[in-house]
């Protein structure tokens, strides 16, 4: 992704991702990072932001969105397991806000606890990101990604405010 003198921030509206299991596969899966799903009184599962039960499953597959202390200690508890790092697994792999001095690098946006599920693919359905320009001026409605560019313009600045070639990895750690 390349966002050149902008800072671009994940808003955690709504997310789409594919899921799979070993014998089942679901697209465009749509939850909410900012909410849990409702739970019935006894439910032995921590609170979950998305849940499926595979068929032929009697348990709920569940994935769990983490703020920065939750993902900090996943990366932790991995570490001391001697968990092997795809691609991830520190410090920098926290989520975080994107910014200008980014600019074509992969930066990690969201981080996930997934049980039963494994997400392959994200797809912007649109105002899941902010995006600031370098003078300042916030856009958050219509940052719209799916089709991997956005632009506008900032008037009081008088710059142009874009992000291009927008593209997103799962790494699974």
């Not at 092997?84 to 989520?95: C, L, N, T, Y």
Request: aromatic fraction near 10%; proline fraction near 4%; charge should be negative.
């Amino acid at each position: 992704m390349y966002c050149q003198d902008h800072q671009l921030i994940s808003t955690y509206h709504t997310y789409a991702y594919a899921i799979n299991s070993d014998y089942e596969t679901r697209e465009k899966i749509v939850f909410n990072p900012s909410e849990t799903l409702e739970q019935d009184d006894g439910d032995r599962e921590p609170p979950h932001h998305f849940a499926v039960r595979w068929e032929g499953q009697k348990k709920f597959s569940t994935l769990i969105v983490l703020d920065e202390e939750g993902a900090k200690s996943a990366f932790k508890k991995m570490k001391k397991k001697g968990g092997k790092k795809k691609g991830g697994g520190g410090e920098a792999d926290v989520p975080r806000d994107m910014t200008a001095d980014d600019s074509g690098e992969y930066v990690p946006v969201l981080a996930m606890e997934c049980r039963g599920v494994e997400p392959f693919a994200f797809h912007p359905l649109g105002n899941e990101f902010k995006v600031t320009s370098s003078g300042g001026a916030v856009f958050e409605e219509d940052v719209d990604l799916s089709e991997g560019d956005w632009g506008d313009y900032d008037e009081e600045n008088d710059e142009a405010v874009g992000v291009n070639e927008f593209e997103s990895k799962i790494i699974s750690v």
